[in-house]
C-alpha cells in the first residue's frame, strides 16, 4: 500500500528497519510521557475555519538568517541517518535541496559536513560540547571550510537520555549476546541489510573522525557519548562557540521562558524550542505548550524555531500561529528515509506542503509570514494554549 501520510511512512519504516533503529527513531525517554505529548498537544490545538476569503494565492516563503525557505519546515538534525537507509545523509539532503528547504546535519551522522556540501549543498550544521576542545575547534573549522551557513548548538543533552526500548535493545550493550540479537535483528531485514549494511560502506560517524579509535558499532558510539559530551557547559561557553563561529548561531532545546531570554542576552540568532523529540527529559512540557509564552517573551530579537511532534502541515501552521518562525521535523522524514529513501523523504516534504496549502485555504491564511493567534479557536471552545 502507497504511503500517504507520515503515521504511513512510520509502519513502512517499521517493517523495513531492524527493530533496534526502528525503536531507536520512535523511542522517547523512560515512559514516553514527553513524546507522547508532544503530539497530543498539538492534535488539541484548534485552527478556526474561515470561509470566503479569497486564498487563490498563497505565499509559503519565509526568510531565515539570510536564506530564502520555500516553506517553514527544516530537516532536523537525526543522528545516524545514514544508518536507516545508505547515506541517508546525502539522501535526506537531496529531498530537502529539491523542496527548497534546509537540510540539517548532526555532529552524529555518518556522513560529514564536506560529503553532503559537495554531493548537494553546505547543510545546516548541528554541534554538541565535546571535552576535548582542541577536537571541538577543528570541528567547527571543518563546518566553516564545508560552507554550512548555519549553527545549530544543542544545548538539550549535557547528558545522553536514557530510553526503555534501547536498554531492552541492548544498544549500549558491549556483550557478545547482544551484538549477536542485533546482528539476527538486521538478517530479519534482508532489504535494508542490502542497502545499508552491504552497499552503505563503513559504519562510522564521519565528523567524529579523529575523536576516538574505534568508533564502528552502536554501543561503542554511546559509550564515546557518555565518556566525552561535556555535561560542565554553561551559559559561558556560549562566549567559546561565538569566538569560532562568525555565522548565524542557533540555541537547539530551550524550553523555559528564563533561559529564552539568557539566550536573547548572549547575542544568539535563533532559538529552537524543543525537548529534543521526547528523548531527554521525560515529564517535561510539549514544546507546543511552552512556545507562545517563550516566542512573547523574546519578541523579534530573536528567530524562534520549534520542533516536537510536528507530523503534518497542519501541526506547522498551527505552530506558526504560537509564534514560530518555522519548524524542524525530525521522525517525520527519518520514518520516510527509512522507508523509501530520498524519494519517501521527497514525499513527505510534498505533503507537508499540500496540508499546508489546505490548512491556510481554509483559515484565510495567505502567507505564512502572517500567520498568528487568530488563526486558532480560544475562548469557550478553545483546546489551544492560554486565552487572549
Ligand atoms: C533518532 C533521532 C536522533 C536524533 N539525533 C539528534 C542529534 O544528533 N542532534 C540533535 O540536536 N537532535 C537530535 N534529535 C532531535 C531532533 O533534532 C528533533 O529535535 C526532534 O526529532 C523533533 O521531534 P520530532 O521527531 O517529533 O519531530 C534526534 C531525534 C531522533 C528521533
Known amino acids: 500500500m502507497r504511503p500517504v501520510s507520515v503515521a504511513d511512512y512510520r509502519l513502512a519504516a517499521r517493517r523495513r528497519l531492524p527493530r533496534v533503529l526502528f525503536d531507536y527513531i520512535d523511542g522517547g525517554a523512560y515512559g514516553e510521557r514527553t513524546l507522547?505529548?508532544?503530539?497530543?498537544?498539538?492534535?488539541?490545538?484548534?485552527?478556526?475555519?474561515?470561509?470566503?476569503?479569497?486564498?487563490?494565492?498563497?505565499?509559503?516563503?519565509?526568510?531565515?538568517?539570510?536564506?530564502?525557505?520555500?516553506?517553514?519546515?527544516?530537516?532536523?538534525?537525526?543522528?545516524?541517518?545514514?544508518?536507516?537507509?545508505?547515506?541517508?545523509?546525502?539522501?535526506?539532503a537531496r529531498a530537502a535541496a529539491r523542496a527548497g528547504v534546509p537540510f540539517s546535519l548532526s555532529t552524529m551522522g555518518v556522513a560529514t559536513a564536506a560529503e553532503v556540501a559537495k554531493a548537494v549543498a553546505p547543510p545546516w550544521y548541528q554541534l554538541?560540547?565535546?571535552?576535548?576542545?582542541?577536537?571541538?575547534?577543528?570541528?567547527?573549522?571543518?563546518?566553516?571550510?564545508?560552507?554550512?551557513?548555519?549553527?545549530?548548538?544543542?544545548?538539550?543533552?549535557?547528558?545522553?537520555?536514557?530510553?526503555?526500548?534501547?536498554?531492552?535493545?541492548?544498544?549500549?550493550?558491549?556483550?557478545?549476546?547482544?551484538r549477536l540479537r542485533q546482528a539476527m535483528d538486521g538478517l530479519a531485514h534482508p532489504a535494508w541489510l542490502w542497502d545499508v549494511r552491504v552497499r552503505g560502506g563503513a559504519w562510522t560517524l564521519g565528523n567524529l573522525a579523529g575523536a576516538g579509535e574505534g568508533l564502528t558499532s552502536l554501543n561503542q558510539f554511546w559509550s564515546w557519548i557518555g565518556r566525552q559530551f561535556d555535561a560542565s557547559i554553561t551559559w559561558k561557553d556560549i562566549d567559546w562557540v561565538r569566538e569560532r563561529w562568525p555565522g548565524p548561531l542557533v540555541l537547539k532545546g530551550v524550553l523555559d521562558v528564563e533561559d529564552a531570554r539568557a539566550a536573547r542576552a548572549c547575542g544568539v540568532d535563533g532559538i529552537v524550542v524543543s525537548n529534543h523529540?521526547?528523548?531527554?527529559?521525560?515529564?517535561?512540557?510539549?514544546?507546543?505548550?511552552?512556545?507562545?509564552?517563550?516566542?512573547?517573551?523574546?519578541?523579534?530579537?530573536?528567530?524562534?524555531?520549534?520542533?516536537?511532534?510536528?507530523?503534518?502541515?497542519?501541526?506547522?501552521?498551527?505552530?506558526?500561529?504560537l509564534g514560530a518562525r518555522a519548524c524542524l521535523i525530525g521522525?517525520?522524514?527519518?520514518?520516510?528515509?527509512?522507508?523509501?529513501?530520498?524519494?519517501?523523504?521527497?514525499?513527505?516534504?510534498?505533503?507537508?506542503?499540500?496540508?499546508?496549502?489546505?490548512?491556510?485555504?481554509l483559515t484565510g491564511c495567505t502567507s505564512v509570514r502572517e500567520a498568528g493567534p487568530n488563526l486558532l479557536m480560544r475562548g469557550k471552545f478553545e483546546s489551544g494554549f492560554g486565552t487572549d
Open 36 to 92: 507522547a505529548a508532544n503530539t497530543e498537544d498539538l492534535a488539541r490545538v484548534t485552527l478556526r475555519q474561515r470561509v470566503l476569503r479569497d486564498v487563490s494565492r498563497l505565499d509559503f516563503g519565509v526568510e531565515l538568517f539570510g536564506q530564502t525557505l520555500s516553506m517553514p519546515v527544516i530537516l532536523a538534525p537525526v543522528g545516524l541517518s545514514g544508518l536507516y537507509a545508505r547515506r541517508g545523509e546525502i539522501q535526506g
Open 128 to 178: 554538541y560540547m565535546i571535552k576535548d576542545r582542541g577536537f571541538m575547534s577543528e570541528l567547527m573549522a571543518r563546518v566553516r571550510e564545508a560552507g554550512c551557513p548555519v549553527l545549530y548548538f544543542t544545548v538539550d543533552l549535557p547528558v545522553p537520555g536514557s530510553r526503555y526500548r534501547d536498554a531492552r535493545h541492548g544498544m549500549t550493550d558491549p556483550r557478545l549476546a547482544a
Open 277 to 321: 523529540g521526547g528523548r531527554q527529559l521525560d515529564g517535561a512540557p510539549s514544546s507546543i505548550s511552552v512556545l507562545e509564552e517563550i516566542a512573547q517573551a523574546v519578541g523579534s530579537d530573536l528567530s524562534v524555531l520549534m520542533d516536537g511532534g510536528v507530523r503534518s502541515g497542519l501541526d506547522v501552521l498551527k505552530a506558526l500561529s
Open 331 to 361: 521522525r517525520a522524514w527519518v520514518y520516510a528515509l527509512g522507508a523509501r529513501g530520498e524519494e519517501g523523504v521527497t514525499r513527505v516534504l510534498d505533503l507537508f506542503r499540500q496540508e499546508l496549502r489546505m490548512a491556510m485555504s
